[in-house]
């Protein structure tokens, strides 16, 4: 790496720099994360990264979990982007005005969830908790939960591209 701090970013940091040490990266560890966080019955969620813990300014991290068997009530997340990272178990999502699509997701899949969409986590095993790592577009846990008549069979949807062919395709 070189020496000479000719990185572009670098001469752009104020003659009074801030206070690294206080100000710079922050560990957190597994078992530090806190659970006093909006929730939404049927699963638990901590955060690890947000505003009062961090300081974050434009995201919110943490993780959940849902019990074997179980499912969220439906709910979204407001004006906010949700990434879910899969860590172990099986995830069934359920989303739409009336929960109406159905698609699954397993250890190393990520899901996104757009502002505004209804949904509902489930955990597809009876046997084993689902664990996801969870990333938000803001800094603060967004949860609006809601009242849905959901359909009894929802449509199965699947990620199909040009590089993704539908599985009854192959």
């Not at 809601?146 to 993704?164: G, K, R, Y």
Request: hydrophobic letters at 35%; one cysteine or more; charged letters at 20%.
């Amino acid at each position: 790496m070189s020496q000479d701090h000719e990185h572009p970013h670098y001469n752009d940091v104020p003659s009074t720099a801030p206070d690294w040490r206080e100000h710079g990266v922050k560990v957190i560890k597994g078992d530090q994360l806190d659970s006093n966080t909006a929730q939404t019955p049927g699963m638990n969620r901590a955060a690890a990264i947000n505003a009062a813990r961090v300081g974050a300014q434009k995201i919110w991290a943490g993780t959940v979990t849902i019990h074997p068997n179980a499912k969220t009530g439906a709910h979204h997340h407001g004006a906010l982007e949700s990434v879910i990272y899969v860590v172990r178990g099986q995830a069934r999502m359920r989303w739409g005005e009336h929960l109406e699509f159905t698609a699954e997701a397993g250890p190393g899949d990520f899901i996104f969830v757009p502002p505004y969409v209804p949904h509902q986590e489930i955990n597809a095993s009876t046997d084993d908790p689902l664990e996801c790592v969870l990333v938000r577009s803001d800094n603060e846990a967004v949860v609006v939960n809601l009242n849905i008549d959901a359909v009894e069979q929802p449509e199965t949807v699947f990620w199909v591209d040009p590089i993704h062919k539908h599985p009854h395709d192959h």
